[in-house]
């Protein structure tokens, strides 16, 4: 391992913890941040008139980091950029592992002094092996270690994502919209400008992380595709790998007078690239948090063939035409399914040929043994390698609001379905005309991990993308 | 007649300060590197015109070879289908004079003769270089509504078999490569590991900026490039 890879991995789990910086005015939002922290905290801040308001937090203040004891893993510096190179340089002739770079200003302005500074920092962090994180970055979340982008941001338990932005605003966002449907972060690295790490150095790091089971990043550009394929394809052959890909740059276009390059779009490049690397591509946050919430929450399907449930005639088919729009298949059931549902099925207002219109066979979710027996004959069926389920907010939320154990126990059931069941499971949840009561519906089926989704649109496209990557070498 | 070493066709442009290469020594670069082309061979004379012609059998093409001419068909330029001998010499002179006429200061250096190609379905096939990924390489089907439809896959050279196989099959105009209503089926495996060659002679060839293979004609037998045009990349 480079020394360089070595002192990013120890930024990334550190053991002692600087902040350079930290300031009345942003609230001391970073020495906030790493409260949860266990290992040691310190402060570096000259300003006599910043130093008690940390001291008050019960954090030990030095006016140089010099003066700090021991090692230094990780340091979070918030500094004025022209201060910076200095910070950057005491770093380095304290043997820092890696620096976070909060402070902006640098190449993003496009004028000269900032890409100037930024190009002495980087120089600096080069010459020392010194794993410098962004300029114009939120660092760090390790949420088992209690290292923060954001004091929301939950700690205790690492979570199975790796995830890398290019944007702070997105790791942070990604991060708490993702936990509030329980996909949670292994570590999340802010990249900034990436200066000295890029974003194939961070995709090495989470492919050897044994907390991250699955890396999600959202990307701009990088410096060296060729590098970052070789990146992608060595990571895709261990985890699965989305990628949310934002902007289109323009230094890919230039003049020329050839067919193929004037086919040749900077996006087509990208989609190009990440087909090549067998990696998943995604449009949205929310598009990214879906397929994590398939690919994590699902066992791998076998096969593109969906058995769908659904209450009404209505929602049957336009379920039938999300699955089938998004590249799965909604097949007939077997002739063996046929003859067990014809025992019981109430075809007055339902019908089962797939999808199983079965409102008012489950009495709406009241008739649980009627729902176990369905999902059991899905579950046999050999037509069948998947199933999406409606939970049917428009007519329900309001009997879930005034009878909650009702949902539970319907919940309960499809918990211990999954459990027994080795076909991939979704449901959806659309947020409908209560949302308050559908937010607290959906926080329950997120408790007991099971993936739900917002519409039929989202589980089909989730799924679909998510069987994609489990039939890839078929 | 003579024919220049491989690596010579780079850098005999290199000394003429060209970056373009004309397509008699596109070709010879591409076949030196096994991809299938219609070889072209440069006549200065009517006479070579003639033997390179009865070499290769009829119908031949003829096309003008000169750097300042590069829109060969525009300029009357190009005469396909010519039959036998006879029309071979007149031809010649036809595309000479019409070259003369179109730019007077041009050098001509004189007349490519190849055979014609026998028809298949038009594949277009090429590199362009991109600022993040370096060389990335196209594929789709050829003809005149390409430019329209856009129907093109793209891969980052180098690629391995499985690409070529991805990127063949990702195009929307598959099916015509499958054979429709009763056309004849293209040999995909041809185009695959053409494909491939390609993307190792990339590999091979860093100076390469450009590269254009249209038309590939694609029939059950195989996959052979009938034009070719390579840009070299500006020296620093």
């Known amino acids: 391992m480079s020394e360089l890879k070595a002192n990013l991995a120890r930024a990334l789990s550190p053991k002692t913890v600087v902040v350079v910086g930290d300031k009345r005015m942003n609230g001391y939002m970073w020495l906030r941040n790493m409260q949860p922290f266990s290992g040691a905290i310190y402060s570096v801040q000259v300003d006599p008139n910043e130093i008690p308001g940390i001291e008050e937090m019960g954090v030990t203040n030095y006016t140089s980091l010099a003066d700090v004891p021991g090692d230094i893993d990780y340091v979070l510096c918030a500094v004025p950029r022209q201060i910076s190179p200095r910070i950057i340089a005491d770093c380095a002739a304290k043997g820092v592992a890696g620096v976070a770079l909060f402070t902006s200003g640098f190449a993003e302005t496009g004028e000269e002094e900032g890409a100037q500074l930024q190009a002495q920092i980087g120089e600096i962090a080069r010459e020392a092996s010194m794993a410098l994180i962004g300029p114009n970055c939120m660092g760090v979340y390790n949420a088992k270690l209690g290292i923060r982008q954001s004091g929301e941001q939950p700690t205790g338990e690492a979570g199975p994502v790796g995830f890398i932005s290019q944007s702070g605003t997105h790791a942070i966002n990604f991060s708490l919209t993702g936990a509030a449907q329980g996909v949670r972060i292994s570590t999340s690295i802010s990249m900034g400008n990436a200066e000295v790490l890029d974003v194939a150095d961070y995709v090495d790091y989470l492919t050897d992380d044994p907390d991250t089971e699955v890396i999600a990043m959202y990307v701009e550009g990088t410096k060296d595709g060729r590098r970052l394929l070789q990146s992608l394809k060595r990571a895709t052959a261990r985890k699965p790998v989305v990628v949310w890909k934002g902007g289109v740059t323009e230094g890919g276009t230039r003049a020329t007078q050839s067919h193929t390059a004037s086919l040749t779009s900077s996006m087509a490049v990208w989609d190009a690239v990440l087909k090549q690397a067998g990696a998943i591509e995604t449009l949205s946050m929310d598009d990214t948090i879906d397929v994590l919430k398939a690919l994590l929450f699902c066992k791998p399907a076998k096969g593109r063939r969906m058995g769908l449930m659904a209450m009404t005639g209505g929602q049957s088919v336009v379920i039938t035409d999300a699955f089938e729009r998004a590249g799965q298949v909604v097949p007939r059931l077997t002739d063996g399914s046929y003859a067990k549902l014809a025992e019981f099925f109430n075809i007055i207002g339902g019908s089962y040929q797939n999808p199983l219109d079965m409102g008012g066979t489950i009495g709406f979710g009241g008739q649980h043994d009627h729902l176990q027996k369905l999902l059991d004959i899905l579950d046999e069926d050999s037509n069948v390698d998947a199933f999406a389920m409606e939970l049917a907010s428009g007519f329900m939320a309001r009997r879930w609001q005034a009878d909650p154990s009702s949902l539970d126990t319907m919940l309960d059931l499809l918990v211990k379905h999954r459990e027994r069941s080795e076909k991939p499971f979704v449901l959806t949840l659309h947020p409908g005309h209560v949302e308050e009561v559908t937010a607290q519906a959906r926080a329950k089926v997120v408790e007991r991990g099971l993936p739900v989704f917002h519409s039929f649109e989202r589980a089909a496209r989730s799924l679909a993308l998510a069987t994609d990557y489990w039939l890839r070498d078929t | ?236």
């Open chain 2, 1 to 236: 007649m003579a024919t220049k070493p491989a690596n010579g066709v780079i850098q005999q442009a290199r000394n003429e300060g060209r970056t373009i290469l004309s397509e008699v020594d596109a070709k010879e670069l591409l076949a030196s590197a096994g991809i299938p082309v219609v070889e072209a061979k440069l006549a200065a004379t009517a006479d070579e015109a003639v033997t390179l012609a009865d070499g290769v059998g009829y119908p031949v093409a003829l096309k003008i070879v000169s750097a300042q001419i590069t829109h060969k068909s525009d300029v009357g330029g190009v005469i396909l289908n010519v039959p036998d001998a006879t029309g071979v010499r007149t031809a010649f002179e036809e595309i000479m004079a019409a070259g003369k006429n179109a730019d007077p200061s041009a050098t001509i250096d004189g007349v490519s003769v190849q055979r014609m190609a026998e028809p298949g379905i038009e594949i277009i096939t090429g590199m362009t270089m991109d600022a993040q990924f370096g060389p990335v390489l196209m594929f789709g089907l050829g003809g005149v509504l390409v430019e329209v439809l856009k129907d093109v896959a793209f891969r980052v050279v180098p690629i391995e078999p499985k690409d070529a196989k991805q990127m063949i099959r990702e195009i929307q105009g598959y099916p015509v490569l499958e054979g429709i209503r009763g056309q004849e089926p293209a040999d995909v495996e041809a185009l695959e590991s053409l494909l491939v060659q390609l993307s190792a002679f990339i590999e091979a060839n860093p100076e390469i900026a450009e590269l254009d293979l249209n038309p590939v004609f694609a029939s059950q037998t195989g996959a052979v490039a009938v034009d070719a045009r390579i840009v070299l990349a500006e020296q620093e």
